[in-house]
């Protein structure tokens, strides 16, 4: 199957400070890419998809000026976390998909997992 | 209101039996249903993908059935082992979206 990376894995920051999360397909273009939240236990929550040379479509609730969405190219889309605040904190995860024949297959990251302190 | 769901509880079982896990769903007309594992601290792997004019889909000893009218699905894991130990997530492909359920988690006790 495709292969999304992420990176980091794993960040630590303080309050009010921003952090980037980059999300690539490895082996294929993705014109298309979605980020997720997860809180412990819960299930995957889309905050956005994220369109190649386009603007990112945000899900109600979620503030597109706090989480800013960049899909510079067919293989990176990145997620950048400004001012972040404890609540932030998270596993963040990404997704790419690919068509194969008439139905999308969709390729996970391994995620991020954000503490803000 | 628009609803997917899975089991909330663990499933716990026994070495060798089989596992089947539900999704049901409400509210949603897709086009086709995915099932993910999950570890802990990892990101879902995808699994099996059946589509809504599909009855069921096999790969090796994982099964997924999808019944429209009922607006459900199973997955089957036949002669389970310890290592299939993992929460299991349904996903429905509604409007160009994926909408998750919250995941079951599977206990394979050897």
């Known amino acids: 199957g495709a292969v999304v990376s992420q990176h980091p894995s794993r960040v630590i920051c303080k309050s009010g400070t921003s952090v980037k999360i980059e999300c690539r397909s490895l082996?294929?273009?993705?014109?298309?890419m979605f980020w997720y939240r997860q809180f412990p236990k819960q299930s995957l929550m889309l905050m956005a998809t994220s369109n190649e040379g386009s603007k990112a479509t945000y899900e109600q609730g979620v503030e597109k000026d706090k989480f800013l969405i960049n899909h510079a190219s067919l293989t990176l889309s990145t997620l950048t976390v400004t001012s972040a605040h404890p609540e932030d904190s998270s596993f963040y995860i990404c997704?790419?998909?690919?068509?194969?024949?008439?139905?999308?297959?969709?390729?996970f990251g391994p995620g991020t997992r954000l503490t803000v302190t | 209101s628009q609803k997917i769901e899975q089991n909330s509880e663990a499933l716990n079982i026994q070495e060798g039996k089989t596992a089947t896990l539900t999704c049901n769903y409400t509210n949603y007309s897709p086009a086709y249903l995915q099932w993910y594992r999950q570890d802990p601290g990892r990101g879902p792997v995808f699994l099996l993908l059946i589509r809504e004019n599909e009855k069921e889909k096999r790969k090796e000893r994982l099964k997924v059935t999808f019944d429209t009218t009922l607006k459900q699905s199973l997955f089957h894991i036949t002669a389970s082992q310890p290592a299939d130990s993992a929460t299991y997530l349904c996903a429905l492909y509604n409007f160009n979206k994926f909408y998750f359920g919250s995941g079951t988690k599977l206990n394979v006790k050897p």
């Open positions: 082996d294929f273009q993705a014109t298309t």
């Open positions: 997704s790419a998909r690919e068509l194969a024949g008439n139905t999308y297959e969709q390729y």
